[in-house]
């Protein structure tokens, strides 16, 4: 039943966001700037286990210390594409039209990643590559690391950028102790 929800939120969502030009930045643009920056392994201090399913996040809250070093072990047990991301609720909201480009463009297909598509000149020397050091993208039983500091005790979330997705509830607050 969740599936079913998940799939017409994603079908809806794909008809009411506006289309991107293929001139406009792609992903690559380190969209975490305002969160923190890229860790080093050496300074981790602590590793954190997220879990995605299709429209959830367990844990749905995570707790950091201004200065801390993270090592997030993300694992996709869903069965479709998702994202873990780091950012502010306005940095999530721009995200999700590059996220909904990647749809329209045949790089996000549900439930695997078109890798190709993804790594064409979109024009003006852009892709659609989702390389941003706060965010991975993930097919159905990937697991990946972000190594993440968190340099700004700011208000921040974690969240999935799939079109649809964030709608449906699939992001998680990050607290500062």
Known sequence: MKRLFL?????LSAISFSFTSFAAPGHGGHHGGATG???KAEDVSRTIEVTMFDNYYEPETISVENGETIRFK?????????E???GTAAMHEAHQEEMQMMVE????????IDHKMMAMDMGGGHSMKHDDPNSVLMEP???????WQFTDATDLEF???VPGHYQAGMYG?????
Not at 173 to 177: L, T, V, Y
């Open 7 to 11: 799939m017409s939120v994603l079908s």
């Open 37 to 39: 920056e890229p860790g």
């Open 141 to 147: 039983g990937d697991t990946q690391e972000i190594i």
């Open 173 to 177: 607050d990050i607290r500062f102790e």
């Open 84 to 86: 873990f991301n780091i």
């Open 105 to 112: 463009h045949g790089v996000i297909k549900g439930d695997r």
């Open 159 to 161: 969240a999935c950028n």
């Open 74 to 82: 993300v694992s996709n047990e869903g069965a479709l594409v998702h």
